[in-house]
């Protein structure tokens, strides 16, 4: 038997190991991130004698709304949300329309968009405008989105600028330190779910975008 015969059927002495405990480490990098998670509604729904009695419950079956009925009618709850959403939408949009060009001029300089696309654009009549409107910018959907969650997601969480900028009108974040520094623990957690959802929805609907082979079969021939 030759020595490239040999090696072929020499298998990896870690590639078993590695195949049995990847399932457990891909559980386990889950339950590490979706625990505090759970934790934070878990604790924004279930009654106060459920979590700090003499044994907390991790599972709890009597829920209850009684903590985000309050956090509602106890005011000053809905402007701090509806000023954190305008300012991350309207930072995301601002940042996307002053990046995009420049990460045009990029991709063109790095050529990670095919040049035949807009070529195959302009055969057909389409305009320099047209051509990035309707085929550049689709087609970089993918980094666009990323770029988008990457800021909306930093606009939303801000906290120090928010901080030292705001005056009377809180933003979420700041409520949600108002609450740790004033409020009890289903307050604090209370707020805190209602900052995390937002978060939770903007990651589903741009999820879609977060794929690979976005230019599989964009050109042909």
């Not at 759970?38 to 009597?62: H, K």
């Not at 009108?169 to 805190?192: H, S, Y």
């Amino acid at each position: 038997m030759s020595a490239t015969a040999v090696r072929r059927t020499r298998r990896d002495p870690l590639e078993v190991p590695l195949k049995v405990s990847f399932p457990f480490w891909v559980i386990g990098s889950l339950l590490l991130v979706l625990f505090p998670i759970y934790l934070i509604f878990m604790v924004s729904f279930a009654p106060g004698s459920a979590l700090f009695g003499e044994r907390p419950a991790l599972v709890v079956t009597n829920f209850t709304l009684r903590w985000w009925r309050e956090a509602f009618k106890a005011g000053g709850l809905i402007s701090p949300l509806q000023k954190s959403l305008v300012v991350a939408s309207a930072t995301t949009l601002l940042a996307i329309a002053i990046a995009a060009p420049a990460a045009y001029v990029i991709s063109r300089l790095l050529e990670t968009i095919p040049i035949d696309l807009e070529e195959a654009a302009q055969i057909d009549g389409a305009s320099r405008l047209g051509t990035l409107i309707r085929v550049v910018f689709p087609v970089a959907a993918g980094g666009i989105a990323v770029a988008s969650l990457f800021v909306w997601l930093y606009s939303w969480n801000e906290f120090l600028y928010a901080r030292l900028l705001t005056t009377n009108q809180l933003t979420l974040p700041l409520k949600v330190f108002q609450a740790i520094d004033r409020g009890t623990k289903q307050e604090m957690a209370t707020i805190a779910a209602i900052l995390t959802l937002p978060i939770l929805l903007v990651v589903y609907f741009l999820q879609r975008y977060l794929r690979p082979g976005a230019l599989t079969g964009a050109v042909k021939g």
